[in-house]
């Protein structure tokens, strides 16, 4: 099983509806990031959380709301899709320090027409 | 703003070639460096992290180096082979203490042919 986990894998939406990205993890990982990458200007860190407790704007975080529900699960939601959010979205972990490299998962590849 | 360019967008090289692959980055007062790589329809692969103390690390057929004072790193792939096809990303993290952010170079698309 992979380590870092998302759901769905592929999504293709209308314009308004309310998406969920789920990502759970099995590292034991305090840390958790979601990234979207789009082509050209590679990823960008929309929001990142320490722990439950703590969760964090990264640099394009507008459009975007997050929940930190438990140590292995991290969710990004879109609360009103817009087309120029189609991108592929990955989640990731790192450990308390981020002295070690982050972990990735497979990705959700989101469409929104 | 740090900003980081990987040059070329893209490489072909005959099989079993040496070849190296280029990051540079504006801000030199970096945390670590991280070379990732990722094939299609997956996420990204960690392959080597370079620490802001360190001037390079080794796995494998893989050397990175780190030059923080010019602020360039390379990817240095030995004996190539076909299943090293992938794109190549770089990624550094700032000096702040619990900024977590990385920023992303846009990627080498690596084609390695037979």
């Known amino acids: 099983d992979a380590d870092v986990t998302q759901t769905p894998r592929n999504r293709i939406t209308k314009t308004g509806k309310r998406i969920m990205l789920e990502c759970s993890q099995t590292?034991?990982?305090?840390?958790m990031y979601w990234y979207r990458q789009d082509p050209g200007l590679g990823l960008r860190l929309i929001y990142y959380s320490f722990d439950v407790k703590d969760i964090n704007k990264g640099e394009i975080s507008d459009g975007y709301s997050v929940s930190r529900q438990a140590q292995a699960k991290f969710s990004l939601s879109l609360e009103s899709a817009i087309p120029n959010q189609t991108a592929l979205y990955f989640c990731?972990?790192?450990?308390?320090?981020?002295?070690?490299?982050?972990?990735f998962g497979d990705g959700t590849r989101l469409s929104i027409l | 703003k740090q900003e980081v360019t990987q040059i070329p967008a893209a490489l072909s090289v005959p099989e079993g070639e040496n070849l190296v692959l280029n990051c540079s980055f504006t801000?030199?007062?970096?945390?670590?460096l991280q070379w990732f790589r990722q094939d299609p329809g997956k996420g990204l692969t960690s392959l080597l992290l370079?620490?802001?103390?360190?001037r390079e690390q080794t796995s494998g057929r893989l050397n990175a180096s780190l030059d923080k004072s010019s602020g360039r790193s390379t990817l240095y792939i030995a004996a190539s082979q076909p299943g090293d096809s992938a794109t190549y990303l770089c990624?550094?993290?700032?000096?702040?203490?619990?900024?977590?952010?990385?920023?992303f170079g846009t990627g080498t698309r690596l084609t390695i042919i037979p």
């Open positions: 801000d030199s007062a970096i945390y670590n």
């Open positions: 990731a972990t790192s450990d308390a320090w981020g002295n070690q490299p982050q972990h």
């Open positions: 370079i620490q802001s103390s360190q």
């Open positions: 990624a550094v993290r700032l000096s702040n203490f619990g900024n977590e952010k990385l920023t």
């Open positions: 590292k034991g990982h305090d840390r």
